[in-house]
């Protein structure tokens, strides 16, 4: 376990996408962004699709997928690619912190890699049937997030969140639930320096009892915009398991009206962004029923969806401005609870 970096810290992270077009200078700033908000494990900048930016190449080196007319299709066993994947985005914010004279100011990198569940719920079949269906697969898929998840560990990653938002859908299409606990213990051993983390939006209920079970220290979901997910989990797992959890204490897809009223010109997007109160109260809310030494703080979820409202960057300012809002909270809460355990 890795967990004593966070434990008792009250550290701040982001899932890991920004609305912005894709490209190295966007990435740089969207890393330069979560820095100046004071963002202690701040990601590269995730702003390619979370699936396709893994399918792709190893599409691209023949290892069990093809893309066709944009969809992806299993035309054989997924398997590790000779060439490492996604290593350059990692590198590159290695890089931009170190010439910029920001690395002193953050803690270590956050590295999201989509989950093999989540990648296998995108992979066709046949026209009906999808990957996610076929535990084989899924585990073949396990050993190619693994291997990912190495390249990062070597790298020089200090957080790799495995993002599966499809966990709770795998469920409920019956995917076993030691199949998916299978598939995790192979990615969570591809671990050895960073902190492994699992990123689950949606409804944690589901999923809740087979995460404790999991190797994963650091458990993540969002919270902000589905509160009932404050009963997924109680302290006494917690430390029973002795997990941290991720806290999303911001909303990361705010209302659409209100999104389309802010694009129209009708409305400020500050209306969207949290008060600073609003968000110390949440962080204490889950502090009292969790204790606050087990929570990381983080947004609900990557601020990618907001793109599509906006031709320019106003997705992205309001992404910027939540961190703010994030951290200064943050700031507060450890300064009331210091005299006890921080
Ligand atoms: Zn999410």
Not at 21 to 32: C, F, G, T, W
Not at 93 to 107: F, N, R, T
Not at 131 to 147: H, M, N
Request: charged share 25%; glycine share 8%.
């Amino acid at each position: 376990m890795k967990v004593e970096e966070l434990y008792g810290k009250l550290r701040t992270t982001v899932i890991g996408s920004f609305p912005l077009p894709h490209s190295y200078e966007n990435m740089a700033r969207a890393l330069r962004d979560q820095v100046e908000a004071g963002i202690d494990y701040p990601c590269y900048g995730q702003l390619l699709d979370m699936n396709l930016m893994f399918l792709e190449p190893l599409a691209e080196q023949g290892c069990g997928v093809e893309i066709r007319e944009g969809e992806v299709w299993l035309v054989g066993e997924p398997k590790t690619p000779a060439k490492p994947i996604g290593l350059e985005y990692l590198d590159l914010a290695m890089e931009h912190l170190s010439k910029s004279g920001m690395m002193g100011k953050v803690i270590g990198l956050k590295v999201p890699v989509t989950g093999p569940v989540t990648l296998a719920s995108v992979i066709k079949v046949t026209k009906e049937h999808r990957a996610v269906e076929y535990p084989d697969v899924v585990l073949a898929l396990a050993d190619v997030v693994a291997s990912i998840v190495k390249g990062y560990d070597e790298g020089g990653a200090r957080i790799i969140t495995i993002d599966e938002p499809v966990l709770p859908y795998a469920l409920y299409a019956g995917l076993k639930e030691d199949v998916i606990l299978e598939a995790l213990d192979k990615v969570v051993k591809a671990f050895s320096r960073a902190i492994p983390s699992l990123h689950c939006c949606g409804d944690a209920q589901p999923v809740a009892d087979l995460l404790l079970r999991s190797g994963f220290p650091v458990l993540s979901h969002a919270f902000k915009a589905t509160p009932q997910n404050l009963e997924a989990y109680d302290r006494k797992k917690l430390e029973g398991y002795d997990k941290i959890l991720g806290l999303g204490c911001v909303d990361s897809n705010p209302d659409p009206q209100l999104m389309l009223d802010v694009a129209a010109g009708r409305k400020a997007w500050s209306e969207a962004v949290e008060s600073v109160d609003e968000v110390e109260a949440f962080i204490d809310k889950a502090g009292e029923i969790y204790g606050y030494d087990r929570l990381l703080i983080h947004p609900d979820c990557g601020f990618g969806g907001l793109k599509s409202y906006f031709k320019d960057d106003v997705g992205h300012l309001i992404a910027i401005a939540k961190l703010k809002v994030m951290v200064e909270a943050t700031k507060r809460v450890k300064k009331k609870v210091k005299t006890k355990a921080l």
